[in-house]
């Protein structure tokens, strides 16, 4: 049986959320910012954030969200139409929302509206179509190239910690919460553990 929610007006909610706020001590950003709360949660405004240059040669990125608990990041990523995308290793598993263009993909050609979900410790690659390809893609613990041999070039990591560090100076990431300190990814330790 389904849960209904409390009805209440407009000038309840309103109140509602000002008692939230209050209660637990949260600020509000401006309607052009971004920010994080000490609640743990997060306002992007999308539009306002500036695109930051990824690895892959002529992509751009917009740094959504960092969990360091879960070892996690999402971001919207553009990647030119027309290249072929070089075989890459994902770690963990890797989740992606194709809002435009396409791709030809081994496991079929994706196209916008398309769901992608990756599994963990897989190398594949893309061949982009002609037009631009912009994605919101889910990532867990992090890209790296293919080793000559197989399996991940741990040297080409990109996780949690780069995506930062990249989006930080390039002023766009204010809205995202610090790493806690001496935070290391735990999938790369693991991924050290099985390949080095």
């Known amino acids: 049986m389904a849960t209904k929610y409390k009805e209440?007006?407009?000038?309840?909610?309103?109140?509602e959320l000002e008692r939230l706020r209050l209660q637990g001590g949260l600020d509000v950003v401006k309607d052009r910012e971004s920010g994080y709360f000490k609640n743990g949660s997060t306002l992007a405004r999308t539009e306002h954030l500036p695109w930051t240059p990824f690895v892959l040669e002529?992509?751009?990125?917009?740094?959504?969200?960092?969990d360091w608990k879960r070892d996690m990041y999402m971001f919207m990523l553009i990647v030119p139409g027309g290249i072929p995308v070089s075989t890459h290793y994902h770690l963990s598993e890797a989740y992606g929302y194709i809002m435009s263009g396409s791709f030809e993909y081994e496991f079929g050609n994706v196209f916008a509206g398309d769901f992608v979900g990756e599994g963990e410790d897989i190398e594949h690659g893309a061949v982009i179509g002609a037009e631009e390809v912009l994605q919101v893609s889910t990532i867990f613990g992090g890209l790296t190239g293919v080793a000559p041999n197989g399996g991940p070039d741990l040297e080409?990591?990109?996780?949690c910690m780069e995506v930062y560090k990249i989006a930080m100076d390039n002023h766009a990431a204010y809205h995202i919460t610090p790493p806690p300190p001496g935070w290391t990814s735990s999938i790369l330790e693991t991924a050290k553990a099985r390949f080095l």
């Open 8 to 15: 209440a007006t407009t000038e309840e909610q309103v109140a």
């Open 58 to 66: 002529g992509s751009k990125f917009k740094l959504l969200a960092i």
């Open 156 to 159: 080409s990591y990109v996780g």
